[in-house]
Structures are given as structure tokens and as C-alpha cells.
């Protein structure tokens, strides 16, 4: 498995502003995800974010809305944007690692949007 | 239908027992089957992964898979209050998760 960070571990945010999420990982990894889970519910992939690519976005999410960045092999961002308040959720990062298809998430952001 | 479906629970088992989670998947080329454990607050951790038909066994945990009748499973032995959590189902059918919505179980003492 690999040692996953994330910035920050929650926020309140007001609407209309955007948010950066961090997710730092301990090792090099090539396959970084990013899921949101809202409150009782299971999880939703977002984007994948290969280094040295564009994200590659699910059906429902848009670049414009959750841009993403991913500098290199052991770091990323999930930029939530114009936030209203259906955006709270929690945000998690995971990484693949070890065997293939194996994902193991970050701690989570938990964001409220007032 | 749902791609993948667990039954939400809970599920509540006295300490000592076999708890057993059950889960079903409409993809029938899913060649990559996952549990994870998810504690209230927490985010999900990976316990179990099973690629094959038939058992896999990990300490307590074993997971059991039949693609003929795209079925998972996770029996958990010796049940014990900390395995008090949601367990969430995922399949991977092309080059993503797919989770469930996840079973709460319940371990009294």
C-alpha cells in the first residue's frame, strides 16, 4: 500500500468560491483517482489523473467545474469550483499500487458549502 | 438495475459469529473483485481483493466469487465489535471501480 496525504481535511466554504484539494502520496505512482462520496452514499469516481495527460473525466463531471492537476508522480489536485451547496461531500483521493487494480484512498476532504 | 448491489443493512451479528456480506454485479466480463471496509467518518480501506471463482482467505476474512452467477462475497470469522463497519463491494468491469452502496454491520457483544 502507499502513505496518502490530503490538504485540507475539511473546509466551509461560502458559494460561488472554489476550493484546491491536495492529495500527496508517499511513493511514485502512475494512477491517481479522485472519488466524491456524499453523505450516505457509496463512492463516485470523478477523474483519473495520469502524469503527463489530461484528466480523464466520468460522465457527469466536467473539467470547467473540477479542474485537476497532476505535476507529477506523487502529487495532485482537485480544484472544486463556483461551489454551491450540492458540492459538499467528501472528496478522497486513492492511488494504484502494488498489484494492478489494487486502490487505496487518502483520509478524505470534508467540504461544506453555506 | 444497479451495477453493483449490496443489501444496506445492518446486518447485526453477535460477537463470535460468522457475519456474511453478500454482493451481486450486472457486468459479466468483471474479471476484478475488491471489499473494502469503511469505518463511520473514516475513508475506505482495502481488505480483501479475489480475482478467481472460489475462496479466498485472509486471517478472519475469506472471499468467495461466482462469476457464473456474478456473485461476491465476504464472510468475516469470529466476529469481533471493532469489524463494526461498512463494507462496501466493488468490481472492477473495465478499467474502473464500480462500488456499491455498502452493508453496515453490526457486532454486539
Known amino acids: 500500500s502507499a502513505v496518502i496525504s490530503q490538504k485540507p481535511s475539511r473546509d466551509i466554504c461560502q458559494r460561488g468560491t472554489s476550493l484546491t484539494i491536495q492529495c500527496q502520496v508517499d511513493s511514485q505512482v502512475t494512477m491517481m483517482f479522485w472519488y466524491r462520496q456524499q453523505p450516505g452514499q457509496s463512492l463516485t469516481l470523478i477523474a483519473t489523473a495520469n502524469q503527463g495527460s489530461e484528466a480523464t473525466y466520468e460522465s457527469g463531471f466536467v473539467i470547467d467545474k473540477f479542474p485537476i492537476s497532476r505535476p507529477n508522480l506523487t502529487f495532485s489536485t482537485l480544484t472544486v469550483s463556483n461551489m454551491s451547496p450540492e458540492d459538499s461531500s467528501i472528496y478522497l483521493c486513492?492511488?494504484?499500487?502494488?498489484?494492478?487494480?489494487?486502490?487505496?484512498f487518502g483520509p478524505g476532504t470534508r467540504l461544506t458549502v453555506t | 438495475q444497479k451495477e453493483v448491489e449490496q443489501n444496506s443493512g445492518p446486518l447485526s451479528v453477535p460477537e463470535g459469529a460468522i457475519a456474511s456480506l453478500n454482493c451481486t454485479y450486472s457486468d459479466r466480463g468483471s474479471q476484478s473483485f475488491f471489499w473494502y471496509r469503511q469505518y463511520s467518518g473514516k475513508s475506505p480501506e482495502l481488505i480483501m481483493f479475489?480475482?478467481?471463482?472460489g475462496d479466498k482467505e485472509d486471517g478472519r476474512f475469506t472471499a468467495q466469487l461466482n462469476k457464473a452467477s456474478q456473485y461476491v462475497s465476504l464472510l468475516i470469522r469470529d466476529s469481533q465489535p471493532s469489524d463494526s463497519a461498512t463494507y462496501l463491494c466493488?468490481?472492477?468491469?473495465?478499467?474502473?471501480?464500480?462500488f456499491g452502496t455498502g452493508t453496515r454491520l453490526q457486532v454486539f457483544p
Open positions: 486513492s492511488v494504484e499500487t502494488g498489484s494492478p487494480y489494487e486502490q487505496y
Open positions: 466493488a468490481v472492477m468491469p473495465t478499467d474502473k471501480l464500480i
Open positions: 479475489i480475482y478467481s471463482n
